[in-house]
Every structure is written in structure tokens, then in C-alpha cells.
């Protein structure tokens, strides 16, 4: 064989190994994960920072991630809702079903919505292990909303905060 039809074959050859073990990957993840986290872990949703928001929270997780939610009102409901995390897969993926959850509510619909529960039903529940990664987000989003309800009664003090 020629030196370039063996380079030719050897590449053909890794690329086979890796779409097999790439299969192998998804296989074991659709053992332990529905099609909603897959979607949601692939192609995750209002994953970004939002400047001057009208809430704001950073709260560091019981596994010592942190995770952000940014959320801007517009006519008394959620117009916009990012997030950002150093976490998990997981825990992006359970950011952004809660900022989903979340848009287009008002204060009290989303308070009332984005929870634990709500985002394991969505997803179709997850491994014990990562259940606080739902937690992470669903607190996360609550203290937001708290801090817009704070930003409301003090909204002077908007301008000096770090987000
Ligand atoms: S492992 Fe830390 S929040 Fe998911």
C-alpha cells in the first residue's frame, strides 16, 4: 500500500473509532438520562448574562458550584431570563428548563412555578446524584426573584451592584 492510501485508511480508521465510541457515549447517557436532558444539555437555552437586570442571584450549590440567574420585567412579567453556571452538565440543563419556565410569567406565576418538582417533571426525573442540581436552579431562580421584589422597593440601589 502506498504511503498515502495507508494515511487515507488510518484516518478512515480513527474516524470509525470515534463515531463508535461517540455511540457508545450516547448509549450509556440514554440509559440514565430522558431525550428532554439530552435536548436540553445539547442545546441549552438562555445560557448568558443579561445586563442591568431587575433581579439578580448567585447561590453556590451543596456540591460548591454556583450558578447565576439574571431577569429583566417588562409590564410586570419575566421578558428575559439568563443563566450562567461553572456546574454540571446537569445543572445546565436544569438552568435552562427553570429560565423557560420562568419567561413570560409575572412575579407570582413564576414564584409559584419554577420549582424542584416542576423541573424533575419536565425532565422527566434524574439520577439521585444529581437532583440538588435542580435544587440549584429552582433556589437560584427563586432569590431572583426576591431581589427584583428588592430592587422594586429600593430601586436607587440598582446602579451600585456588581450585576
Ligand atoms: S454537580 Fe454541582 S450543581 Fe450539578
Redesign the pocket.
Known sequence: MSPKKKNSADNADIEKFARELQDQIMEQIRKKYSETVIDHWQNPRNFRKIETPDGYASVK?????T?EMFIKMNREKISECGFQ?D??G??IV?GSVATELALNKSFTEALARVSTDEILKILGGLPPA?I??AE?AAETLRRALADHLYQKQSPWKKHYRKS
Open positions: 450549590g451543596s456540591c460548591g458550584d450558578m453556571t456546574g454540571c446537569t445543572t436544569c444529581d440538588h442540581c440549584l
